[in-house]
């Protein structure tokens, strides 16, 4: 049995769904992904355990999220709002 993380990256600004967004999954296992043309995500049959998530995408803040608990068995859904950097400051 195992896990999953899946969910949706959006712009904080205006929630509109983020395509193409780098998702680097470190903890227990190592994993990389990028998020589709409507902003999803997933990494499936993960072993349970503490990962940590960082997403990129050019133009936006990256986003660390973590410590994320895997349970087995246990889907685990995530909604990530990417902040645009700040070009003038």
Same mark, same amino acid.
């Given at each position: 049995m195992? #896990?999953? @993380? /899946? &969910? +949706?990256? /959006?712009?904080q600004q205006d929630g509109q769904p983020l395509a193409g967004a780098s998702l680097n999954l470190s903890g227990t296992a190592t994993e990389q992904t990028?998020? #589709? !043309? $409507? &902003? !999803?995500f997933a990494f499936e049959s993960l072993a349970a #355990? !503490? *990962?940590? @998530?960082?997403v990129q995408l050019e133009g936006f803040e990256p986003g660390i999220y973590g410590p994320l608990v895997v349970i087995d068995g246990m889907? /685990? $859904? @995530?909604? +990530?709002?990417l902040p645009p950097k $700040? +070009? *003038? &400051?």
């Open positions: 195992a #896990g999953s @993380l /899946t &969910g +949706l990256v /959006t712009n990028a998020s #589709g !043309s $409507d &902003g !999803s #355990g !503490s *990962y940590e @998530l960082v889907p /685990t $859904d @995530l909604n +990530l709002a $700040d +070009l *003038y &400051g």
